[in-house]
């Protein structure tokens, strides 16, 4: 524990956001990508940041001395009325970061570069959330698939250990008081949120197992075009794909504590921009009501202003959630009281990425969870 011990003594004034009267100094590296275009929209925007501007980053650059581009001509949708003014995107330098006194550093970026700068940012006391993949996983066999490097194995062993899971639903007081918060994947968020009051109470018939069938709109995969996300293969299709190796099948695993055997996760992509719907069907160990299950969704869901459950058999639907931080979800249960189906939706970019990642910034600086995301 020698590297995180010194670390944390190094970092001592940044142990708290919720003791400040002003708002935290914040950046967002990455922000010219799909998620860091919503997450500069959703801090502009937030009440408890009114007066204060993040830094917006790119990559790092060359030119470290005047902006290398604005939010507006990276996100047209982002430009004010009238002639309002533009918000300038510096390339990514810690000397930047250090003179603007950050305290939180969002990381919209690639999970190799995000495995990257977080040790770095915490060792210079700046707190993190992370968007992608690259801290969310605690068992190297299941955060193997990532092919992740360290320049300091030992450090990243201890941050890893560290590293909070990004659901406030699950791991609301933990994220209170994180220096590293990894926030969850799309796909996972939805299945995880779907899952985890039934799991918890083991009510599933874990032998039977569980089966997930979830289907993203194409900004999921991030703004560059690949042989499977370009217009001339999603349009007009459905494809199914990493139907054994997705990452995010780790997350199921980790945070509904589940054998490898206990469920499957087949992701599919969608022709629409955004969105994600899953459809799960496993069985109950015992014949229940309907109202029984509601009653426990209700009850495990009481405090989570960003869940919505729908009243069964009503099911939600992408149209509802798109460009909303909401998860909702719905069931049906058959005739037997046994079989059930269990709808999730969520916008990916927002309660998938951004929108869920500041609702963790929201915890982490004792706001309101769903302040400035209704
Ligand atoms: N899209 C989604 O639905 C979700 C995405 N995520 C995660 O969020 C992160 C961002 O995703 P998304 O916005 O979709 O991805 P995009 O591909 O749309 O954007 C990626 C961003 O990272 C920047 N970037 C790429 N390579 C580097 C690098 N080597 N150094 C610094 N910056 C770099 C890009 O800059 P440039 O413009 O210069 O290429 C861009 O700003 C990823 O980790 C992703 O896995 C998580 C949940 C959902
Ligand atoms: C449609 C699509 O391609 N979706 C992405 C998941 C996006 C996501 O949640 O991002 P992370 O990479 O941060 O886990 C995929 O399946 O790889």
Same mark, same amino acid.
């Given at each position: 524990?020698?590297?995180?011990?010194a670390?944390?003594?190094?970092? /001592?004034?940044?142990?708290?956001?919720?003791?400040s009267? $002003?708002?935290? @100094?914040?950046a967002v590296a990455?922000?010219?990508?799909?998620?860091?275009g919503?997450?500069a @929209?959703? +801090?502009l925007?937030h !009440?408890?940041?009114?007066?204060?501007?993040?830094t917006?980053?790119?990559r790092a650059?060359?030119?470290?001395?005047?902006?290398?581009t604005?939010?507006?001509?990276?996100?047209?949708?982002?430009t004010?009325p009238?002639a309002?003014?533009?918000?300038?995107?510096?390339?990514f330098?810690?000397?930047?970061?250090?003179?603007?006194?950050i305290?939180?550093?969002?990381?919209?970026?690639?999970?190799?570069?995000s &495995?990257?700068?977080?040790?770095e940012?915490?060792?210079?006391?700046?707190?993190?959330?992370?968007?992608?993949?690259?801290w969310?996983?605690?068992e190297?066999?299941n955060?193997?698939?990532?092919r992740?490097k360290?320049?300091?194995?030992?450090l990243?062993?201890?941050?890893?250990?560290?590293?909070?899971?990004?659901?406030?639903?699950?791991?609301?007081n933990?994220?209170?008081?994180?220096?590293?918060?990894?926030? =969850?994947?799309?796909?996972?968020?939805?299945?995880?949120?779907?899952?985890? !009051?039934?799991?918890?109470?083991?009510?599933?018939?874990l032998?039977?197992?569980?089966?997930?069938?979830?289907?993203?709109?194409?900004?999921?995969?991030?703004?560059?075009?690949t042989?499977?996300?370009?217009?001339m293969?999603?349009?007009?299709?459905?494809? %199914?794909?990493n139907v054994?190796?997705? &990452?995010?099948r780790?997350?199921?695993?980790?945070?509904?504590?589940l054998?490898s055997?206990?469920?499957?996760f087949?992701?599919h992509?969608?022709?629409?921009?955004?969105?994600?719907?899953?459809?799960?069907?496993? &069985?109950? /160990?015992? =014949?229940?009501?309907?109202a029984?299950?509601? %009653?426990?969704?209700?009850?495990?869901?009481?405090?989570?202003p960003?869940v @919505?459950?729908?009243?069964?058999p009503? +099911?939600?639907?992408?149209?509802?959630?798109? $460009?909303?931080?909401?998860?909702?979800?719905?069931?049906?249960?058959?005739?037997?009281?046994? &079989?059930?189906?269990?709808?999730?939706?969520?916008?990916?970019?927002? /309660?998938?990425?951004s929108?869920?990642?500041?609702?963790n910034l929201?915890?982490?600086?004792g706001? /309101?969870?769903?302040?400035?995301?209704?």
């Amino acid at each position: 524990m020698a590297n995180l011990e010194a670390l944390q003594t190094s970092t /001592k004034s940044v142990g708290t956001l919720t003791a400040s009267s $002003r708002p935290p @100094r914040i950046a967002v590296a990455g922000v010219s990508g799909y998620a860091g275009g919503e997450l500069a @929209r959703l +801090l502009l925007h937030h !009440p408890a940041l009114e007066g204060t501007k993040p830094t917006f980053l790119g990559r790092a650059g060359e030119a470290e001395v005047g902006p290398s581009t604005s939010l507006e001509a990276l996100h047209p949708y982002l430009t004010g009325p009238g002639a309002a003014e533009s918000n300038p995107v510096y390339s990514f330098s810690w000397n930047r970061i250090v003179d603007e006194g950050i305290e939180v550093l969002f990381l919209a970026t690639p999970h190799e570069q995000s &495995r990257e700068w977080v040790p770095e940012a915490i060792e210079r006391g700046i707190k993190v959330v992370d968007l992608s993949g690259a801290w969310r996983l605690q068992e190297t066999r299941n955060r193997d698939v990532y092919r992740l490097k360290d320049a300091k194995p030992a450090l990243a062993d201890e941050l890893q250990a560290e590293a909070v899971y990004g659901c406030p639903e699950l791991h609301r007081n933990a994220i209170k008081r994180a220096r590293l918060v990894a926030n =969850p994947g799309c796909y996972s968020t939805s299945m995880i949120l779907a899952l985890a !009051p039934l799991v918890q109470a083991g009510l599933v018939d874990l032998d039977h197992g569980i089966v997930c069938d979830a289907k993203s709109g194409v900004s999921g995969a991030g703004k560059a075009a690949t042989t499977k996300t370009h217009f001339m293969y999603a349009a007009d299709n459905l494809s %199914a794909y990493n139907v054994f190796g997705h &990452r995010h099948r780790g997350e199921l695993l980790e945070q509904l504590h589940l054998d490898s055997d206990q469920i499957q996760f087949t992701p599919h992509l969608l022709p629409i921009p955004r969105g994600i719907l899953a459809t799960i069907y496993l &069985r109950l /160990k015992r =014949p229940t009501e309907p109202a029984a299950i509601s %009653a426990m969704f209700s009850d495990f869901y009481r405090d989570s202003p960003m869940v @919505r459950l729908y009243p069964t058999p009503h +099911l939600p639907q992408i149209q509802h959630v798109v $460009r909303t931080n909401f998860c909702d979800i719905g069931f049906e249960l058959a005739p037997d009281g046994k &079989r059930m189906v269990i709808v999730s939706c969520l916008d990916n970019l927002l /309660k998938g990425a951004s929108g869920q990642a500041v609702q963790n910034l929201n915890l982490m600086c004792g706001w /309101k969870e769903q302040e400035g995301l209704l």
